[in-house]
């Protein structure tokens, strides 16, 4: 019998289309259907425990929940986001109880009053799906990587409605320097059908309107500069007080159920003594509020206070909507000292610190267009462009590999 035939190239590259149109296809509208579902539960949980602030008290008992389903489902181990980027860059494997896992303890953590996001388990919820479904379907290691990648797109788009935002950072926040471009039509066509999906379902994309338009003059690029230095300056500094928190934590409370006790009881104690609950929760409202030009000078040092006990705790949730609503606070109060609008600072900010947290620029130039649209396109890559350089290598996500550093192109 003789030997199969290779297949040329170009029908390769035809079946290999139309195998990721349906894989991403398929991906998608289930990646949405779990955004939207996600969305509409955090919105729930949220607006009840802002009609009932009392709620804030039972945190550490949301705490012990919390520890009581990781131990019972054993994954006590689990790292979060640092776990998907080991996932795509060594093919670790995943367990299927994560995704429900995340979303319960997500939702219990919006429920009682701690400072999280919610991009994390977003991250979480698409890769154990995806990891399930490649399973389910067989497919080779390389194929598991890249639905992977696909299936974080999804859940990530239909969760805020920014698909090439969801696209393009998952290709490019796991290793500084590299981007993962063949899995480019899985994860933009999953992030297309699962936006699509999701605003079917009734989520609106997380858009707003900037009525400042900068004129791109020496003056104002240096204002934005100087700007951009101030973010990188809070930007590592946030990085560090969160490993560190959690480092510390770990250190002096090592048992998890106390940890998580203590933790959710300081939170509480901390609302009671500010005398509202605006620095619990993800935080976007607050974001919202400063990119219409209020803040108080002390909200984004609350928030990344509220936030770093919050997750050193062992509470469960994401960095990066808090990061949103450190950066674009910060830049609403410094702004203006540098004689920018406090509204287009505060856009600044945000945009800016998710930047110097995740180390993705590229991804950040998107997020900038998508969440505010092209008109300040140059300023914000500007911004994105020094937030980057001068951060450094400080990440949110300690399994972050840097393949080439930015302070040379040597490996």
Same mark, same amino acid.
């Given at each position: 019998?003789?030997? *199969?035939?290779?297949?040329?190239?170009?029908?390769?590259?035809?079946?290999?289309?139309?195998?990721?149109?349906?894989?991403?296809?398929?991906?998608?509208?289930?990646?949405?259907?779990?955004?939207?579902?996600?969305?509409?539960?955090?919105?729930?949980?949220?607006?009840?425990?802002? @009609?009932?602030?009392?709620?804030?008290?039972?945190?550490?008992?949301?705490?012990?929940?919390?520890?009581?389903?990781?131990?019972?489902?054993?994954?006590?181990?689990?790292?979060?986001?640092?776990e998907i980027?080991?996932?795509?860059?060594?093919?670790?494997?995943?367990?299927?109880?994560? *995704?429900?896992?995340?979303?319960?303890?997500?939702?219990?953590?919006?429920?009682f009053g701690?400072?999280?996001?919610?991009?994390?388990?977003?991250?979480?919820?698409?890769? *154990?799906? $995806?990891?399930?479904?490649?399973?389910?379907?067989?497919?080779?290691?390389?194929?598991?990587?890249?639905?992977?990648?696909?299936?974080?797109?999804?859940?990530?788009?239909?969760?805020?409605?920014?698909?090439?935002?969801?696209?393009?950072?998952?290709?490019?926040?796991?290793?500084?320097?590299?981007?993962?471009?063949? $899995?480019?039509?899985?994860?933009?066509? !999953?992030?297309?059908?699962?936006?699509?999906? !999701?605003?079917?379902?009734?989520?609106?994309?997380?858009?707003?309107?900037?009525?400042?338009?900068?004129?791109?003059?020496?003056?104002?690029?240096?204002?934005?500069?100087?700007?951009?230095?101030?973010?990188?300056?809070?930007?590592?500094?946030?990085?560090? &007080?969160?490993?560190? $928190? @959690?480092?510390?934590?770990?250190?002096? &409370?090592?048992?998890?159920?106390?940890?998580?006790?203590?933790?959710?009881?300081?939170?509480?104690?901390?609302?009671?003594?500010?005398?509202?609950?605006?620095?619990?929760?993800?935080?976007?409202?607050?974001?919202?509020? =400063?990119?219409?030009?209020? =803040?108080?000078?002390?909200?984004?040092?609350?928030?990344?206070?509220?936030?770093?006990?919050?997750?050193?705790?062992?509470?469960?949730?994401? @960095?990066?909507?808090?990061?949103?609503?450190?950066?674009?606070?910060?830049?609403?109060?410094?702004?203006?000292?540098?004689?920018?609008?406090?509204?287009? !600072?505060? *856009?600044?900010?945000?945009?800016?610190?998710?930047?110097? =947290?995740?180390?993705?620029?590229?991804?950040?130039?998107?997020?900038?267009?998508?969440?505010?649209?092209?008109?300040?396109?140059?300023?914000?890559?500007?911004?994105?462009v020094i937030?980057?350089?001068?951060?450094?290598?400080?990440?949110?996500?300690?399994?972050?590999?840097?393949?080439?550093?930015?302070?040379?192109?040597?490996?």
């Amino acid at each position: 019998m003789a030997p *199969a035939k290779k297949l040329p190239a170009p029908a390769n590259y035809i079946i290999m289309f139309g195998k990721w149109t349906l894989l991403s296809f398929l991906m998608g509208a289930i990646g949405g259907t779990i955004g939207a579902g996600f969305h509409f539960v955090l919105h729930f949980v949220t607006h009840l425990r802002a @009609e009932n602030g009392w709620l804030i008290w039972l945190l550490p008992f949301g705490g012990i929940l919390t520890v009581g389903i990781y131990h019972a489902c054993k994954l006590q181990q689990n790292r979060g986001t640092n776990e998907i980027i080991d996932a795509v860059l060594d093919g670790s494997p995943m367990k299927p109880l994560i *995704a429900p896992v995340i979303f319960l303890t997500t939702a219990i953590t919006h429920l009682f009053g701690g400072s999280a996001g919610r991009e994390g388990a977003a991250l979480q919820l698409g890769s *154990a799906t $995806a990891s399930a479904m490649s399973k389910v379907l067989r497919l080779s290691s390389n194929d598991r990587t890249v639905l992977i990648m696909s299936g974080m797109s999804a859940v990530f788009a239909g969760l805020f409605g920014t698909p090439l935002t969801a696209c393009l950072f998952t290709m490019e926040f796991e290793s500084v320097g590299v981007i993962f471009s063949p $899995a480019l039509l899985p994860c933009f066509f !999953s992030a297309f059908v699962a936006s699509q999906a !999701s605003l079917v379902l009734g989520v609106h994309p997380e858009t707003y309107f900037l009525d400042t338009a900068l004129p791109i003059t020496m003056t104002v690029t240096l204002k934005v500069a100087a700007l951009a230095i101030l973010i990188a300056i809070i930007g590592i500094t946030m990085c560090y &007080v969160f490993h560190h $928190a @959690e480092h510390l934590s770990k250190k002096w &409370v090592p048992n998890p159920w106390c940890r998580i006790v203590l933790g959710g009881c300081m939170i509480a104690g901390l609302s009671f003594l500010v005398g509202d609950q605006r620095f619990n929760g993800a935080g976007m409202d607050m974001a919202l509020e =400063a990119i219409s030009g209020q =803040a108080d000078w002390y909200s984004f040092a609350m928030k990344l206070l509220f936030t770093a006990i919050t997750l050193a705790a062992g509470f469960k949730g994401g @960095e990066i909507v808090p990061t949103f609503c450190i950066g674009a606070t910060f830049g609403c109060v410094i702004g203006p000292l540098l004689g920018l609008e406090p509204g287009i !600072s505060a *856009a600044i900010g945000l945009i800016g610190l998710f930047c110097c =947290a995740t180390n993705s620029p590229l991804t950040s130039i998107l997020l900038s267009m998508e969440m505010f649209g092209s008109t300040n396109l140059y300023m914000f890559t500007w911004a994105c462009v020094i937030c980057f350089v001068l951060s450094g290598h400080s990440s949110l996500y300690t399994s972050q590999i840097i393949r080439y550093h930015k302070a040379s192109t040597e490996d």
